[in-house]
Each structure stands twice: as C-alpha cells, then as structure tokens.
C-alpha cells in the first residue's frame, strides 16, 4: 500500500524528539513492506526533502527560518504564545501546509491518507479527496472544548474513513465532545522505540538517588508540585535528588521556586536532549515522574519510555496517566497537586527495592505488549486495508 502522512510534528533531524512515534509508526510500515511518504512543515535546520529511515519526507516551506515558529511543538496554541508574529504565521503554514500535500497526493497516488491531529493535518487530508484516517494525540482533542473548534471539526471527523486515539481516554473524551462521530472512533496504541530505551536499563543508576522530570516546562505539567515535593523529602532527611530535562514559558518561575525552597544543588536542570541521549538519563533514575493537572495527558509515553529503561515512575490520576501507571501495579499514583502525597508515593519507591523492581517489570512488560513497533504498525495496516476496501466508512 502506499500511505501519505500529513503531520506537522515529526523529527527535524536525526535524534530529533518531536513526532517519533508518529516517524516509527511510518518507518515500521516501510519495514512491513509498503510505502509511506510524509509531508510535514519545515523548521530551520530541516531539509526540505529527505529519506529518513526509508521514509520519503516532504516539508512545506511557509516563510523564512526566523518566521517558521509555528510546528514542532505539539500543540499549534503553544507558539501562539511565544511571538507577537506566529499568529500572522499561521494563515501560510496552513496553506503551504495544504499545497505541499496537494501536490504529493497527486504525484504519489495514494491509497490512504493518514493524518496525525486532526488540525491541520485533518482538514486539510478532508480536502484531497482521498479517503483518509485521523489520529488524535491529546491536544487537538483539548481544542474541542471550544464550540468553535468543534464547528471546524465536525466535517473532519465526519468525512473521516475512522478516527483513532492513542489512549481509552482521549477516545471517551472524543466521544463525549463530538458524539456525531462515535461509531467510527477506536483506540489503536502508537509504536515506540523498544529496543532504544530498553537499552537503558543497563546504565547503572546515580547516587544520590535521582528523580527525575523530562518534558514541557508548562503549568499542566505539575513540576512546581514536583519541586515542593522534593523540598519536603529534603526536610524529612531522605536523600535524593531531582533532574529537570525540558524548556518552557514556566522555566523561569520554577527556577525561582526551586531557589526559594532552597534547592541548591539537589535540583540539575538540562535543556531538551537528543530521541538518543533519554535513555541513559532513564536508565540512571531511580524514579520518572510525571504529575500533571487536569486533563493535560493523553497518554503520558515519557513514563512508558522510563518503565522500559528500568526506572520506576510516579503519575497523578490526569487523562490517560493511568493507562501507564496502573497504581500499585506498573507505579504508584499520587493526587493531582498534591505535594505531600506526591512526596509519600516517591519516598515509598525510595525505600523499597522491590516494590520498584516489581512495579518496573510489570510496567515493561504492558508497555512491551501495547507499544511494540511491529504489532502497533500492523494494526494501522489491517485499518488502512479496511479503509481502502471502503469497509470503515461509516
């Protein structure tokens, strides 16, 4: 089959972390003997057409490098923040966004579209005239609490073959938010790098021992809960230390707060680091924690790619966290903004070896059993087949 991905996260460049999942999705399907080419915005440092892991990649080019803000962040609402100028920016990355995939649909011929988020990536594959499959991640979902986003989804969704989430709660939440498009939504797990991060549980760990927080430096995130956590651990005479590997609008604040709980140097910081250096920095904590608010996780894979490194890990109850931490069996689940409980749940994975071991071997092996590339990149293949024979439309 020939599969056309339109994306506007996927890796930049080699070790690149933005869109993996959504690049080993398509370099498996290449492995399984068919072929995918992938449009995606370009950034700097970007080529605009490259093969990479026998993927075809084709980036639209929607202003010069200083104005190319507006991709690779996960979220399309985060740049909008950044820069008085993204949001005249994004008007011709739509656009060029559209024409590049236009012109590849053409040339390309595909069977099926498949596109990650359904904005922009969806909208525009409603626009082709191929039949086409979305995938949501999280934040395109979050947009739909806006009657206006839902009014722009509702076409999407409803000229969609089938929609796919990469967890049970973004599908109810989907289901929830537009109920017009129920029958067609299904769960269908993203592939991760296995072998890559398992790699990791060969690093020995460090001591002290590390806790350690690798992501976006947002609100939602939590990571101020984390650092009150760590200050109170501090103040109860138990050794540990807390690395913070990420960037954010929220960077500035927690360095202050980490200072003004007198930190010192049990807080190390890091910027974001290469697809290939996370493993080793899993491998060497003994905990990964990942405490968000609210809804703000769709899955929270950080923690899966931990669990396979051989750290254990400590959630809140926020979006899918718990379809990775299954409390007291794959980690333990502290209450959402929380810090004394957080502190509790962390000094109890400190203190007993086995409840750690336990929990990671359970862990690995769930994480090995849903994210394992092969089995993931065949159930896309079996619904891309049903699509192109017309048997999920719906």
């Not at 929220?250 to 807080?267: F, K």
């Not at 903004?337 to 400190?350: C, F, H, K, S, T």
Request: charged letters at 20%.
């Amino acid at each position: 089959m020939r599969i056309l991905t339109i994306t506007h996260n996927y890796p930049r460049w080699d070790g690149d972390r933005a869109g993996a999942f959504v690049a080993m999705l398509a370099s498996e399907t290449v492995t399984l003997g068919h072929t995918v080419r992938v449009v995606a915005p370009h950034a700097p440092g970007a080529g605009l057409r490259e093969i990479q892991r026998g993927v075809k990649v084709v980036r639209a080019r929607y202003g010069p490098d200083a104005l190319e803000r507006v991709g690779y962040t996960g979220a399309l609402r985060q740049p909008m923040r950044a820069t008085l100028l993204a949001p005249l920016m994004l008007p011709p990355f739509i656009a060029q966004l559209w024409r590049v995939a236009a012109q590849e649909a053409e040339k390309f011929n595909p069977h099926i579209v498949h596109a990650h988020w359904w904005m922009p990536g969806g909208w525009i594959a409603s626009r082709l005239g191929l039949p086409y499959v979305v995938t949501s991640h999280g934040t395109d979902v979050r947009l739909l609490e806006k009657s206006y986003w839902r009014v722009l989804a509702g076409p999407v969704m409803r000229r969609a073959a089938a929609v796919t989430t990469v967890s049970q709660f973004l599908a109810d939440d989907l289901r929830r938010l537009m109920p017009a498009v129920t029958s067609k939504i299904s769960v269908t797990p993203m592939p991760l790098d296995i072998e890559r991060f398992a790699a990791g549980a060969t690093v020995a760990k460090v001591a002290p021992a590390r806790v350690l927080y690798a992501g976006n430096l947002i609100a939602s995130k939590g990571v101020d809960v984390l650092i009150n956590a760590i200050a109170l651990l501090r103040d109860q005479g138990v050794k540990c230390q807390l690395r913070i590997i990420g960037s954010g609008p929220e960077e500035m604040r927690l360095h202050a707060l980490a200072a003004q709980r007198a930190l010192g140097d049990a807080v190390t910081w890091s910027p974001f680091i290469s697809q290939h250096e996370l493993p080793a920095e899993f491998g060497e904590a003994t905990i990964t924690a990942l405490v968000s608010r609210g809804q703000a996780e769709g899955l929270g894979l950080v923690l899966a790619e931990a669990l396979l490194a051989g750290s254990a890990v400590v959630g809140t109850a926020a979006g899918g966290i718990p379809e990775v931490v299954v409390d007291e069996q794959t980690g333990l689940v502290a209450t959402d903004g929380d810090a004394p409980d957080l502190a509790r749940q962390i000094d109890r994975l400190l203190a007993d070896r086995a409840l750690r071991d336990r929990t990671i071997d359970a862990g690995r092996a769930r994480v090995r059993a849903q994210h394992a590339p092969v089995a993931a990149a065949d159930r896309f293949i079996t619904l891309y087949k049903e699509v192109a024979k017309g048997r999920s439309t719906k």
